[in-house]
């Protein structure tokens, strides 16, 4: 079954971290392109970061130097690491796969169930 399940969602206080997990199932992960995106209550979902199957990453101007995506193709699962946390970075996060390169748009082949993450004092 060809699947991804995500993990290390919660509540942490403001200046906090977490990272998040990805779980990937069913397909060889190093050929896929990964990505996190989160939605916020009343807001459409956003880009957080990607990285192509060579590596390259990107990341929007809102975690730049805060967050960091990477992977671990033999074991089949990536990561957001996510520290400085705010407030304005509660949402839910869901990570996605996509074959090759990432899509132009958010139309990934594979997503995630998606975790809350809430970031209160």
């Known amino acids: 079954q060809l699947q991804l399940v995500e993990s290390g969602g919660g509540l942490v206080q403001p200046g906090g971290s977490l990272r998040l997990s990805c779980a990937a199932s069913?397909?060889?992960?190093?050929?896929?392109?990964i990505g996190w995106f989160r939605q916020a209550p009343g807001k459409e979902r956003e880009g957080v970061s990607l990285m192509d199957s060579d590596g390259k990453t990107l990341y929007s101007e809102s975690v730049k130097g805060r967050f960091a995506i990477f992977r671990d193709n033999p074991k089949k699962m990536f990561y957001l690491q996510m520290n400085s946390l705010k407030p304005e970075d509660t949402a839910i996060y869901y990570c996605?796969?996509?074959?090759?390169?990432?899509?132009?748009?958010?139309?990934?082949?594979?997503w995630g169930q998606g975790t809350q993450v809430t970031v209160s004092s």
């Open positions: 069913g397909f060889t992960l190093e050929h896929y392109a």
């Open positions: 996605a796969a996509h074959y090759l390169e990432p899509p132009s748009t958010d139309d990934y082949d594979y």
